[in-house]
């Protein structure tokens, strides 16, 4: 019942909030790198959440699935797509921001919304071939009893219970946790690390941080990061052992709720995190938008570093 309602609840806010982020970017904010970048990783955020009441309503159902085996798919492979490619528009967002301060030269000559548009089709195109998997080993199981689930099928056979084909389903199955455990966990992580690091430092070593709120920004997105993707990483290891324990449930109670935090609050974290907030959040939503996903502030910051070089 948490678990449900959990997803209903992210289902109605994150639709409606991120679908106004994305309408302010898009439509109402001049088309800049920043934007850019910044409107499809929301976009990642909104095709997730447009299928959670699906989700939602086979959880009610203690997880019998109504709605055929390629819905089954489409879902699991959406939300697939869905968490490689916010993870890696939240890695190129920290690359950006580290070639616009440690590289400020380059940046003026080669950081174009073009060169930006770019960067999106590679990483819906990756994040595209990482999920066909999900969306192929994805099926509909009938068990004795009548009831349907939609679960992971990694030998795509329909002998569930040959030894064979489970030591084959168990292999594949820890081939792909270590893949999506590696690419859309842990090399991300140690990427959005070390560019906010070299960033922090190199800001501070110019002087250029007039307040802490930068700083308050770069920990805001390392610690949410990690907060939000761990557990879903480490629910999904327990599922190797097989081991129907209570950590198991408590586990994917805490990946929903991070997960679902995740897809409706990230994206406002860098609203309220953002420099001068207090004072355009009184103004208006747009006045918002535009002091925190503004390049003013960071071509400022790379016009200094080139005075000083």
């Known amino acids: 019942m948490i678990i449900?309602?959990?997803?209903?609840?992210?289902?109605?806010?994150?639709?409606?909030?991120?679908?106004?982020?994305?309408?302010?970017?898009?439509?109402?904010m001049k088309q800049t790198v920043n934007t850019l970048l910044y409107f499809h990783l929301i976009f990642s955020y909104f095709i997730s959440t447009l299928i959670l009441p699906f989700m939602a309503t086979s959880q009610l159902q203690d997880n019998h699935w109504n709605f055929g085996t390629a819905l089954c798919k489409v879902f699991n492979g959406t939300l697939s797509l869905g968490m490689f490619t916010s993870v890696f528009f939240l890695s190129a967002i920290s690359l950006d921001r580290y070639l616009l301060t440690l590289h400020p030269v380059w940046s003026q000559q080669h950081r174009t919304p073009?060169?930006?548009?770019?960067?999106?089709?590679?990483?819906?195109?990756?994040?595209?071939?990482?999920?066909?998997?999900?969306?192929?080993?994805?099926?509909?199981?009938?068990?004795?009893?009548?009831?349907?689930?939609?679960?992971?099928?990694?030998a795509v056979s329909t002998n569930w219970e040959s030894k064979e084909m489970q030591a084959?389903?168990?292999?594949?199955?820890?081939?792909?946790?270590?893949?999506r455990f590696f690419l859309g966990f842990l090399l991300p992580f140690f990427i959005i690390i070390f560019c906010y690091e070299r960033v922090a430092s190199k800001v501070k070593e110019r002087g250029l941080f007039k307040s802490s709120k930068p700083f308050k920004v770069m920990m805001t997105a390392i610690v949410s990061f990690f907060v939000c993707w761990m557990p879903y990483h480490i629910h999904q290891g327990l599922l190797l052992t097989k081991n129907q324990s209570l950590l198991l449930e408590l586990t994917l109670i805490l990946t929903v709720l991070t997960t679902s935090f995740n897809t409706i609050f990230s994206p406002t974290l860098y609203l309220f995190t953002g420099e001068n907030f207090?004072?355009?959040?009184?103004?208006?939503?747009?006045?918002?938008?535009?002091?925190?996903?503004?390049?003013?502030?960071?071509?400022?910051?790379?016009?200094?570093?080139?005075?000083?070089?």
Do not use: M
Request: charged residues 20%; positive net charge.
């Open 4 to 28: 449900a309602l959990s997803l209903y609840i992210s289902s109605i806010i994150g639709t409606i909030t991120n679908g106004l982020y994305l309408w302010v970017l898009r439509f109402k």
């Open 114 to 154: 073009r060169w930006a548009s770019g960067i999106v089709l590679g990483v819906w195109i990756s994040a595209a071939a990482l999920s066909i998997p999900y969306l192929i080993f994805r099926e509909t199981h009938h068990d004795r009893e009548g009831k349907v689930t939609c679960r992971n099928n990694y």
């Open 168 to 179: 084959l389903r168990q292999w594949i199955h820890v081939a792909c946790f270590i893949s």
């Open 278 to 309: 207090k004072n355009v959040f009184k103004k208006s939503i747009l006045a918002l938008f535009e002091s925190t996903f503004s390049e003013d502030s960071s071509a400022e910051r790379t016009q200094n570093l080139n005075s000083e070089a």
